[in-house]
């Protein structure tokens, strides 16, 4: 059997079990909130958080989405864990955590070498979606230190406006 077939077949338990996953990541207290909350409104990470990542595991097995619906998918992860405090790698990290997911789940049919071709395809497409990831973490980075730097500027200007320094005539 291919490992795909294998894969697709046990596409649910993977979702739930990489979902898993990615929730103990986070501390005790908000991982359980996000685990137990189906409320987009009281907890709209975890509902999020659940659909990109079943979306990420589709694209994987079965490659019928778009690369820009794929990029998207990653981003919205990527994003809510930039601004969070999690380490770069932390950050990525959690599409690290799908490899052994998907080594465990088809380990018993990895009989020829066949099967560990097909396996370190699909480990392959994972290393760019991690790729992907880091790029999207990185842009993420980047747009909130701007927003810092712009924020004192705005700050060091209105202080020195305020103390007379600056004279500021206005063109109406």
Known sequence: MQIKSILKQKQTEIIKQWFETVVQTYPK????????QPDPFKNPVGPHLHEALSTIVKALIEGDITQKELNTNIETIV?????????????VGFLFALKPIVRSNVKDSLIDANGYIELLEIEGMIDQF???????????????????????????????????????????
């Open 29 to 36: 207290d908000t991982s359980e909130f996000l685990a137990r």
């Open 79 to 91: 994003r809510i864990r930039a601004v969070q405090a999690f380490t770069p790698d932390q950050a």
């Open 130 to 172: 991690i790729q992907t990831a880091f790029n999207i973490y990185m842009m993420c980075r980047e747009k909130i230190c701007e927003l810092r730097v712009s924020e004192k500027e705005r700050l060091v200007y209105n202080a020195l406006q305020k103390a007379g320094v600056l004279n500021v005539e206005t063109n109406v």
